[in-house]
């Protein structure tokens, strides 16, 4: 068996998330992803233990080279990587890469066949091409954080950069499709998106309702604004879960597994709209009654019987989750060093994937002398490099 991207060459110029995490998912169908850096390394690598933590889950089985694109020697080896690759990926600021050569315009020109991908904070288009742009940013001017958040509290950012690990699947569904495009026609493409589009579109349901209504969403805290009990929180004897039964046989169905039939007979909880209107002592009435259960107890009665429910838990607990564990989505890696640690895999199985071993991110300039021999330079020719700064060696 072969991956699906066996052969196919990905030069990764990312840094931090939204690239890495779209090229590591072309890594995992086969893909060889070489991760290009300056030779000082990429920002993750300079940020402490949360840039160690980005660089171990999207940086796993790539190649890396460190390479000063500033200089006449950089540029000409980047050249030669890019001439052999199927597809580029970038996410640098806006105009870095132009002013190194090595933008869409140019490398398509020498290049057409190639997929050249660049994913922006705000889009290549509008009045804010040129601004940097990160996670936050994009959840404060999509209406994210608008509606995140207690009613009479001020907005929240979503709990971790749900912006950037979003675009990275976007930013690789579109690569992908381009790159399809090209095996059927020989044909490269530019692919582009931003988080800011992506941020905007991970809210449809939302955007459905305001562009119906012309209403804004306002942020409630938890609980859905139209429907109850929907994604509210129960606490429990130990901790809390969290429930959802809106419609007319669940809300019956959680009515009766309480043995409360008089909370679904009472006039202001039979309909869904009247339960949205009286939402504060429906939710009265029914955490009265997980609070005498443990969180194991309440999801023993609700999940068998078709209630939709979850059990809130911590990192530790959701690690030692039987379905997270018989998934495989935590992985054992090997560093360059040696050392084994745990790190996330792809979210997604193919019964054709060969198996592989797994190595961890790479060393900054791990790989620069084998890609430079594979490129035809001489040892001489590679110690010459390193010693002038245009390459840096592991």
């Given at each position: 068996?072969?991956?699906?991207?066996?052969?196919?060459?990905?030069?990764?110029?990312?840094?931090?998330?939204?690239?890495p995490?779209a090229?590591?998912?072309?890594?995992?169908?086969?893909?060889?992803?070489?991760?290009?850096?300056?030779?000082?390394?990429?920002?993750?690598?300079?940020?402490?233990?949360?840039?160690?933590?980005?660089?171990?889950?999207?940086?796993?089985?790539?190649?890396?080279?460190?390479?000063?694109?500033?200089?006449?020697?950089?540029?000409?080896?980047?050249?030669?990587?890019?001439?052999?690759?199927?597809?580029?990926v970038?996410?640098?600021?806006?105009?870095?890469?132009?002013?190194?050569?090595?933008?869409?315009?140019?490398?398509?020109g020498?290049n057409?066949?190639?997929?050249?991908?660049?994913?922006s904070?705000?889009g290549?288009?509008?009045?804010?091409?040129?601004?940097?742009?990160?996670?936050?940013?994009?959840?404060?001017?999509s209406?994210?954080?608008?509606?995140?958040?207690?009613?009479?509290?001020?907005?929240?950012?979503?709990g971790?950069?749900?912006?950037?690990a979003?675009?990275?699947?976007?930013?690789?569904?579109?690569?992908?499709?381009?790159?399809?495009?090209?095996?059927?026609?020989?044909?490269?493409?530019?692919?582009?998106?931003?988080?800011?589009?992506?941020?905007?579109?991970?809210?449809?349901?939302?955007?459905?309702?305001?562009?119906?209504?012309?209403?804004?969403?306002?942020?409630k805290?938890?609980?859905q604004?139209?429907?109850a009990?929907?994604?509210?929180?129960?606490?429990?004897?130990?901790?809390?879960?969290?429930?959802?039964?809106?419609?007319?046989?669940?809300?019956?169905?959680?009515?009766?597994?309480?043995?409360?039939?008089?909370?679904?007979?009472?006039?202001?909880?039979?309909?869904?709209?009247?339960?949205?209107?009286?939402?504060a002592?429906?939710?009265?009435?029914?955490?009265?009654?997980?609070?005498?259960?443990?969180?194991?107890?309440?999801?023993?009665?609700?999940t068998?019987?078709?209630?939709?429910?979850?059990?809130?838990?911590t990192?530790?607990?959701?690690?030692?989750?039987?379905?997270?564990?018989?998934?495989?989505?935590?992985i054992?890696?090997t560093?360059?060093?040696?050392?084994?640690?745990?790190?996330?895999?792809?979210?997604?199985?193919?019964?054709?994937?060969?198996?592989?071993?797994?190595?961890?991110?790479?060393?900054?300039?791990?790989h620069?002398?084998?890609?430079?021999t594979?490129?035809?330079?001489?040892?001489?020719?590679?110690?010459?490099?390193?010693?002038?700064?245009?390459?840096?060696?592991?």
């Amino acid at each position: 068996m072969t991956a699906p991207l066996e052969g196919v060459r990905v030069i990764d110029f990312g840094q931090f998330i939204a690239a890495p995490a779209a090229t590591q998912i072309l890594v995992d169908l086969g893909a060889d992803v070489i991760k290009v850096e300056p030779v000082h390394g990429e920002s993750s690598r300079l940020i402490g233990l949360y840039g160690e933590a980005i660089l171990r889950n999207y940086n796993r089985n790539k190649r890396c080279i460190a390479l000063d694109l500033k200089s006449p020697e950089g540029k000409q080896i980047a050249h030669q990587l890019i001439a052999d690759a199927d597809i580029i990926v970038q996410n640098l600021r806006p105009g870095v890469m132009d002013s190194f050569g090595l933008g869409a315009t140019d490398v398509r020109g020498a290049n057409p066949h190639v997929v050249y991908a660049t994913v922006s904070g705000f889009g290549l288009g509008g009045p804010s091409k040129d601004r940097a742009g990160l996670d936050i940013a994009a959840q404060a001017e999509s209406g994210i954080m608008s509606v995140t958040g207690e009613a009479d509290g001020e907005p929240q950012r979503v709990g971790f950069p749900v912006v950037d690990a979003a675009a990275a699947h976007v930013f690789a569904q579109a690569i992908l499709g381009a790159y399809i495009r090209r095996l059927r026609t020989g044909e490269g493409d530019t692919v582009e998106t931003s988080l800011l589009e992506v941020a905007v579109h991970l809210q449809g349901p939302n955007w459905g309702e305001y562009l119906m209504t012309g209403t804004e969403p306002m942020r409630k805290g938890n609980g859905q604004p139209t429907v109850a009990p929907a994604a509210d929180v129960m606490p429990t004897r130990d901790g809390a879960i969290v429930v959802s039964a809106y419609s007319v046989v669940h809300f019956d169905r959680l009515c009766s597994l309480l043995r409360r039939p008089d909370i679904a007979a009472d006039p202001r909880f039979q309909s869904n709209e009247t339960r949205v209107e009286h939402r504060a002592a429906l939710l009265t009435e029914l955490r009265s009654e997980f609070a005498r259960m443990t969180s194991d107890e309440a999801m023993a009665l609700l999940t068998p019987n078709g209630v939709v429910a979850g059990r809130i838990s911590t990192y530790g607990e959701v690690r030692k989750n039987p379905d997270v564990e018989a998934s495989g989505i935590f992985i054992d890696v090997t560093d360059p060093e040696g050392a084994q640690h745990t790190t996330l895999g792809s979210p997604w199985h193919l019964s054709s994937l060969p198996s592989r071993s797994t190595t961890g991110a790479p060393g900054l300039g791990q790989h620069s002398a084998e890609l430079l021999t594979e490129l035809g330079y001489t040892a001489t020719q590679i110690d010459t490099l390193a010693d002038s700064g245009v390459v840096r060696t592991h």
